[in-house]
């Protein structure tokens, strides 16, 4: 394995690590003081760093000794090479691209939600899939669940571990709007282009279930109203407490009641009545 050292962290490499996946790199680590970009073969870098070379077997055993199974509710998470004697329900999960290994806050806030208000038969969800976790969560719950993502590329991952976990999930390209970034319009703008319009989920849902971002959150408050009929749950996640209140005042003014809220250090999930 082939990795080019960069000094500094993800915060201040941002601008690097869309050009880094461009070039090829399978992947970025964040060390003390730098970041590693793992790279399948040496090329040519326009930014100031370095090489090194690591046997590919000890990257891919650190990796992989790193990551531990993640117990959320009566599920615990695990990789295709983890074993678990525990009398949990397993999702197993295949790291990849998508995000939604079970690692993160959110996702375990989220999965641990769904085991309080999935009940069998519930049409559930899950907007912004990923890894489809949260999708197969609910399914093994006896939920009927679809996931839909913005990003067409997660949706084979998605499938794909829906198969390992051997249960039926629907998953399609989609979102509640055309593809709509509200953090682009505090950004540069780059020309318009003609993106293909995304295709839109249509309801009723027993309960929806979005790990997101506060202002995606804000903006969609009046959508989620749309996606369900006479009564139903709403789970939000991938809010920081900081900007809780936004979230909170626009899902109020669109009419639903908040249930519940769960922290987990700077993270939030709210559970709402609609
Ligand atoms: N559900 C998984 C979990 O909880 O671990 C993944 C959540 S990940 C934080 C957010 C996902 O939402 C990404 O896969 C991203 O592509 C998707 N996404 C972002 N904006 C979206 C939008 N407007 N509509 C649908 N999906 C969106």
């Known amino acids: 394995m082939h990795v080019f050292r960069l000094r500094g962290n993800f915060e201040t490499l941002d601008i690097y690590s869309a050009a880094l996946f461009e070039l090829g790199a ?12 793992y790279f399948p073969e040496r090329l040519e870098l326009p930014f100031p760093g370095e090489w090194l070379e690591l046997p ?8 992989k000794r790193d990551l531990k199974p993640v117990r959320a509710g009566p ?19 295949e790291p990849g691209m998508a995000f939604g290994t079970g690692h993160h806050e959110t996702t375990r806030m989220a999965l641990e939600t769904l085991a309080e208000r999935v009940e069998p038969g519930m049409r559930v969800l899950d907007l912004g899939t990923g ?4 999708a197969i969560g609910a399914a093994l719950l006896g939920a009927e669940a679809l996931g839909i993502d913005i990003d067409p590329a997660v949706i084979p991952q998605a499938r794909e571990n829906a198969r390992r976990n051997q249960v039926k999930v629907q998953f399609q ?25 995304t295709p839109l989920v249509q309801g009723p849902f027993d309960l929806v279930v979005a790990n997101l971002y506060a202002e995606l959150h804000t903006y969609f408050a009046q959508k989620y109203r749309e996606l369900f009929g006479i009564c139903g749950t709403l789970i939000l ?38």
């Not at 590919?56 to 990796?63: G, M, P």
């Not at 920081?240 to 939030?268: D, M, N």
């Open 26 to 37: 399978r992947g970025l680590e964040e060390k003390p003081g730098e970041v590693w970009a």
């Open 131 to 134: 890894s489809g976790i949260l």
């Open 237 to 274: 996640t991938g809010i920081l407490a900081e900007r809780e209140a936004l979230v909170r005042s626009a899902l109020e003014a669109s009419g639903f009641g908040l249930l519940a809220r769960r922290q987990e250090g700077e993270w939030v999930c709210l559970t709402y009545a609609a």
């Open 173 to 197: 390209v989609g979102s509640l709007d055309e593809a709509y970034d509200p953090l682009a319009e505090t950004a540069p703008q780059a020309p318009p282009a003609q993106p293909a319009p």
């Open 56 to 63: 590919d077997t000890d990257w891919l055993e650190a990796y």
């Open 75 to 93: 599920f615990v998470v695990l990789a295709p090479w983890h074993t678990w004697e525990g009398p949990e329900k397993r999702i197993v999960i």
